[in-house]
């Protein structure tokens, strides 16, 4: 059982390392959330600070998203107590890892902080419906972790900053 995980798992990873290291810089996909800085500087679109180099940002921002990816995968590889019941198990969103919840549970996290325009203090949802599945959003008719919480406030947060700066 463990070698399936190993053996399904590995494409997965295989195909993650591909799109986000592309071989030609010209063919890396746009995220479209903001990748932190360290010093702070805000989207030109915020009128405050431009960016100075978009791909150490970009390469920064992978990088601690491919090493949470791998964290989660070892996670969901190791053995763990068998669940009675319906339940969802160990996933990987895309930028979040989540355990194995009961059926019909809600559970939430921090948002990461990959991004500037995230907030790390809201909080990132996700449902197990009581059939044991994990939500799926009628829209996409995809499997979905509500991320809205993490850009709410954000905008108003900036306003304040670029305000007390002047």
């Not at 996409?140 to 709410?152: A, D, K, V």
Request: hydrophobic share 35%.
């Amino acid at each position: 059982m463990e070698t399936n995980w190993t053996v399904q798992l590995l494409p997965l990873l295989v195909l993650t390392l591909v799109s986000l290291f592309p071989l030609h810089a010209h063919l890396q996909a746009s995220v479209t959330a903001v990748p932190v800085e360290k010093e702070g500087n805000w989207s030109s679109e915020m009128g405050i600070k431009n960016h100075t180099n978009h791909q150490a940002i970009l390469g920064v921002t992978n990088n601690k998203i491919m090493t949470a990816q791998f964290e989660c995968y070892q996670k969901i590889m190791q053995t763990t107590e068998e669940y009675k019941g319906p339940h969802c198990n160990r996933t990987w969103d895309g930028w979040l890892c989540w355990d194995t919840t009961a059926a019909g549970q809600s559970v939430e996290q921090n948002c990461p902080d990959y991004f500037q325009d995230f907030d790390p203090s809201e909080k990132v949802h996700k449902i197990c419906e009581e059939s044991g599945h994990w939500f799926v959003h009628p829209e996409s008719n995809r499997i979905w972790t509500n991320y809205s919480l993490c850009t709410h406030q954000i905008y108003y947060k900036l306003q304040v900053i670029a305000f007390s700066e002047e």
